[in-house]
């Protein structure tokens, strides 16, 4: 059975050790986005453990749609699928459905949608949700919820948010009866309820307090990246992670960018997930302590230093800024490879960095530290 120990906390951030049945996660942690059970951008499970990721997550629904969740199972669950023995969070197919299906029907049982693949009609509820990712085997499977669109009527979002605690409620039970039967390949899946309520703080603390009685193995804070301002944002976590328990790993889906992360840390969260390393990597957008950089710029075009000066990552240990353009304007699939590997290697270090810095009792000047070195660079 999964362990949370809180070892530390600084005002409302937490130090934090999850222990899984696929190893021990140290948090804070950023989990690297393999949405159809790789990294876009040709990293490899290998390259996944020399740029230190403690946590891949990948992505329920477009593992569904192909190869299909069935054939993941026979293989022998997603892990050695893939070939990755640390953990694995599986989301629950929920935002895609949400955001990928122009046409979805939402009923009580679940939602209604067509494939964005191949158009095939597609039924998905709490159950199922929880059956694909039981055959996936993750360590950590979410909650099925509806993602609901930003701004919404209150009185809409309130009854979404019921029909999500509904949802959860089944999503519990089928867990544990998946969970006993001898067949499941991971008898020790972790579910994750999740917190929604829009950008309304009095819905998301009623909703939060309601999923907490639930004493679940973890929880999330979700729809929120989603079109609101940073500063909406950071207002709903100061309103509602207090609602959250502290005992137990908390998760802001979706965000974001290092300095949404440092602030998401200060108010207590645990875990988090992106695709901005990779997806900006692919494009020549690379993090630096110094801000963002744009590689494709003529200004890196005889520029003979490594991306950052004394980074570690394989892109910074062998290859100039000039020979990276060089490869992204040709088009040579290695470029991309190297933004994204050095990004991921950033944030990865960021949050050792946090880790650290709460062990310190330090992080206060850490965080205002990076977040001045980030404006800095953009000057």
Known sequence: MAKYTLLKT??????????????TIETP????????????????????????????????????V????????????LHRFMNWDRPILTDSGGFQVFSLADLRKIKEEGV?????????????GPEESMQIQSHLASTIAMAFDECIENPSPKDYVERSVDRTTRWLKRCQAEMERLNSLPETINR???LFG???????????????QEIAALDLPGYAVGGLAVGESHEEMYHILDEV????????????????TPANILEGVERGIDFFDCVYPSRNGRHGHVYTNHGKLNLLNKAYELDERPIEEGCGCPACRRYSRAYIRHLLKAGEMLGMRLCVLHNLYFYNTMMS??????????????????????LEGQK
């Open 10 to 23: 600084e005002g409302r951030a937490k130090r934090g050790r999850f222990e899984t049945v696929h190893g």
């Open 29 to 64: 942690v950023f989990m690297n986005v393999g949405t159809v059970a790789a990294i876009k951008g040709a990293v490899s499970t290998e390259d996944l453990k020399t740029i230190g990721c403690q946590v891949e997550l990948s992505n329920t629904y477009h593992l569904h």
């Open 66 to 77: 192909r190869p299909g969740d069935e054939i993941i199972y026979k293989l022998g669950g």
């Open 112 to 124: 209604h949608f067509h494939s964005h693949v191949d158009g095939r009609k597609i039924f998905m």
């Open 188 to 190: 020790e899946q972790l």
């Open 194 to 208: 999740i917190n929604q309520g829009s950008t309304f703080e009095d819905v998301r603390i009623r909703h939060a």
């Open 241 to 256: 992670v207090p609602h959250l328990p502290q005992n137990k790993p908390t998760y802001l889906m979706g965000v974001g």
């Open 353 to 374: 960095e946090i880790r650290d810095s709460l062990d310190e009792g330090t992080f206060a000047s850490y965080k205002k530290r990076k977040l001045e070195g980030f």
